[in-house]
């Protein structure tokens, strides 16, 4: 199970906080295996996450499908509309999201011109994010080491809570079956690094790693 804090209302968001009131992006719903954009892509609009789960994924030269990370509340996604630029990823959503979305060139403009400092902020925090980008290769290694290393990496989110996202969904992600996403667990629990009694709990992070370590080369 993966969950994280959702955005429940403005009064926490902080774009709603920072606009007064006067936020101009729309409340919208996507079910979970939604595609929000497909990789290669030009978005036109941008996304901000107030509750749920997504992942941003890329299909290799030889067609095959890497998980590169996960994304859960007060992220912004497509961002590349912002520039007319491609989308690197593939952004589909892993439970049913909802979001706060605002079409490019009308955040561009609330954003402000060229030389003014949230201007500046933005182009860092996009400049930030296009070096982020080749992070993390979930499919690489044998089956036990990408359950380990996935899990590592998003402990955070690995927790007894609401918007849950199924099984067979993070199987996909990892390149494995169901039930083989289950043994892995199982197996991880057994030798105590992790408790999956409810949700999934990092007990060992010193063990897991070095698990998560073990094949990533294979």
């Not at 993966?2 to 919208?28: E, F, K, W």
Request: aromatic residues 4%; positive net charge.
């Amino acid at each position: 199970m993966l969950s994280t804090t959702p955005v429940n209302d403005c009064s926490a968001c902080s774009l709603g906080i920072a606009s007064q009131g006067r936020c101009r992006l729309t409340p919208t719903t996507r079910e979970a295996g939604a595609t929000l954009c497909a990789q290669g892509e030009r978005p036109r609009t941008v996304h901000f996450v107030k509750e749920g789960f997504v992942s941003l994924s890329v299909v290799s030269p030889r067609g095959s499908e890497m998980l590169l990370t996960l994304r859960g509340p007060t992220s912004l996604l497509c961002t590349e509309a912002l520039q007319g630029d491609p989308s690197p990823f593939e952004v589909r959503a892993l439970s049913r999201v909802k979001l706060c979305s605002i079409v490019g060139d009308q955040m561009s403009t609330w954003v402000g011109p060229e030389r003014s400092p949230a201007r500046a902020v933005l182009d860092l925090l996009l400049t930030e994010g296009k070096m982020q980008r080749d992070e993390v290769n979930y499919r690489q290694g044998d089956c036990l080491s990408r359950v380990a290393r996935f899990a590592l990496a998003h402990a955070r989110f690995l927790a007894d809570r609401p918007n849950a996202v199924r099984k067979q969904m993070v199987a996909r992600l990892l390149g494995m079956r169901a039930e083989t996403l289950s043994r892995c667990l199982t197996r991880l629990e057994r030798d105590g690094v992790v408790d999956a009694s409810r949700g999934v709990r990092v007990l060992d992070a010193r063990r897991l790693a070095a698990i998560a370590t073990e094949d990533a080369n294979a």
